[in-house]
C-alpha cells in the first residue's frame, strides 16, 4: 500500500452528540471537508461515506489521506482508532488524533506530539497502545475561563453556541493548511 495520511477526529455519532463540546474533533472535521468540497470539487471525495463503524471521506490522493470519524462511542475510541493505524498502517509523522481539550481555553487549540494534562483518557490510551512513537495530536480547546469546576463528561456534553460553532469553524480553516488534510486548501 502506498503512503497513507489518516487523519481521525474524536467524539460521538448520533444527534444528540452533533453540537458539543466533546464532538469539536468531528465538527473541526465536517468544516474541513465542507469547505474542501465547495473549494476544489474534483480533488477530494464529494463527502462522508459511511461503512460499518466508520464513516470517511478520502481528501487527498498524493498521498493518500483518510479522514475518518469513527461511529462508535468515544468509550471504544483508542481500539477503532488503533484498528484503523494498524490496518493502513501510516507512518507515525502521518497519523493526526483531533480532540477537545479542557486544558486549552475555548477557542485555543495546540498541534502538538504531547497530550497535555487533560486528553481524554482514550487518546492516552491509545498512544500507550502505540508502539512506534509518539503520534500528532490536534487539541482544541473546550476548557472553561472561569474557575467553574465540572467533569470532563459535564463539559463534553455541553451543546455549542452559534458563536462557539462558529469558533471552531475558523480554527478549521486556519489549520487545514498547516495540517494539510486537504491540498490546496488556503485560509
Known amino acids: 500500500m502506498d503512503k497513507v495520511r489518516l ?3 474524536y467524539g460521538n455519532p448520533g444527534v444528540r452528540h452533533a453540537k458539543t463540546k466533546g464532538n469539536v474533533g468531528f465538527i473541526f472535521l465536517d468544516f474541513v471537508i ?6 476544489f470539487p474534483t480533488t477530494v471525495a464529494r463527502g462522508w461515506f459511511t461503512k460499518g463503524k466508520y464513516q470517511f471521506t478520502v481528501s487527498n490522493q498524493e498521498p493518500l489521506t483518510l479522514v475518518v470519524k469513527p461511529r462508535t462511542y468515544v468509550k471504544d475510541f483508542d481500539n477503532v482508532s488503533k484498528s484503523l493505524f494498524n490496518f ?5 509523522d502521518d497519523f493526526y488524533i483531533i480532540y477537545p481539550d479542557l486544558g486549552i481555553s475555548f477557542g485555543d487549540y495546540e498541534v502538538g506530539k504531547d497530550f497535555g494534562k487533560t486528553a481524554p483518557e482514550n487518546v492516552i490510551k ?4 502505540i508502539d512506534t512513537g509518539s503520534f500528532w495530536k490536534v487539541r482544541i480547546g473546550v476548557g472553561d475561563k472561569t474557575d467553574n469546576i465540572q467533569s470532563q463528561e459535564e463539559i463534553f456534553t455541553q451543546e455549542l453556541s452559534n458563536l462557539e460553532y462558529g ?3 475558523s480554527i478549521a480553516e486556519r489549520l487545514a493548511p498547516e495540517l494539510k488534510i486537504v491540498s490546496g486548501v488556503v485560509s
Open 7 to 9: 487523519v481521525i477526529g
Open 34 to 39: 465542507f469547505r474542501a468540497i465547495n473549494t
Open 88 to 92: 493502513y498502517k501510516p507512518e507515525i
Open 126 to 129: 491509545l498512544q500507550n497502545s
Open 167 to 169: 469558533t471552531i469553524r
